[in-house]
């Protein structure tokens, strides 16, 4: 009896296993940051979780890559020389680029006001540096696995 309790117990944790890789793996994410520490990390967390994971290091390719394919969550830092956060995201807004999934991220002090003006291109959330795989793993069930819709204006947050 406890046997077959525990069998079915690993028949069902396996099968969720084998549901969430097929998830992830069907996920795919654009990456935008300048620091080779940063991206790296990323890379690490999308390559054990099977996820697909474009690595740009700099604002102008970034925004090359969001214009030239469709990803499920771009990942953008802000503060990148040469060719911004903002400046990609000023861009977008100018082409009217609307309804990305773009998550940015920052070491800076930024405020929720600081991208109220691009909630309609796609920013969704803001995560302090250093980045948690806490946080990333809440980003991609938050807006990848769930496929929430969200209405950016009500529920731009800080994390």
Do not use: W
């Amino acid at each position: 009896m406890i046997y077959s309790i525990i069998s079915l117990t690993i028949k069902i944790e396996i099968n969720i296993y084998k549901q969430l890789l097929s998830t992830y793996s069907a996920l795919n994410i654009l990456a935008i940051d300048d620091h080779s520490d940063t991206m790296e990390a990323l890379s690490d967390y999308c390559n054990t979780r099977g996820i697909c994971c474009k690595v740009v290091k700099d604002g102008q390719h970034g925004l090359f890559e969001i214009q030239k394919r469709e990803y499920d969550l771009i990942l953008l830092d802000i503060s990148m020389p040469e060719y911004s956060g903002f400046d990609i995201l000023s861009q977008l807004k100018k082409q009217g680029v609307r309804d990305k999934t773009i998550v940015v991220f920052t070491a800076s002090n930024l405020k929720i006001d600081d991208f109220k003006e691009y909630t309609e291109v796609g920013v969704r959330d803001i995560l302090k540096k250093p980045i948690g795989v806490d946080s990333l793993d809440n980003i991609v069930k938050t807006y990848l696995i769930n496929n929430k819709q969200v209405n950016p204006k009500d529920n731009l947050s800080v994390r």
